[in-house]
């Protein structure tokens, strides 16, 4: 059975830290993307921040870029999102996801995780 199981959410004020983490199970992903995406209250899921399983190649959407970065633990078969300078606009669930095909589109993403949620208080 895959898996995908994210975890590192939590409360935490303006300018904070948090380090989401992501672990997959159930088949190899070393041939795969993977992806985290947010999704606020009334708003549609968005693209955050992508890596191949190499990880040499990354992208960031705009409005993360300098604040978040992505990484894989290879041995741990973990994906990690280290969000830096937390905004309340950053507040949503994160979604980590796997995917064969383009990295920045959503709609190529196969595997998903349940989510965990990120609120940044002012």
């Known amino acids: 059975q895959v898996q995908l199981v994210e975890s590192g959410g939590g409360l935490v004020q303006t300018g904070g830290s948090l380090r989401l983490s992501c672990t997959t199970s159930?088949?190899?992903?070393?041939?795969?993307?993977m992806g985290w995406f947010s999704q606020a209250p009334g708003k549609e899921r968005e693209f955050v921040a992508a890596?191949?399983?190499?990880?040499?190649?990354?992208y960031y959407a705009d409005s993360v870029k300098g604040r978040f970065t992505v990484s894989i633990d290879d041995a741990k078969n973990t994906v990690y999102l280290q969000m830096n300078s937390l905004k309340v606009e950053d507040t949503a669930v994160y979604y980590c996801?796997?995917?064969?095909?383009?990295?920045?589109?959503?709609?190529?993403?196969?595997?998903w995780g349940q989510g965990t949620q990120v609120t940044v208080s002012s």
């Open positions: 996801a796997a995917t064969a095909g383009y990295l920045r589109n959503l709609a190529e993403y196969s595997y």
């Open positions: 159930g088949r190899t992903f070393k041939r795969y993307g």
């Open positions: 890596i191949n399983w190499s990880g040499g190649i990354t």
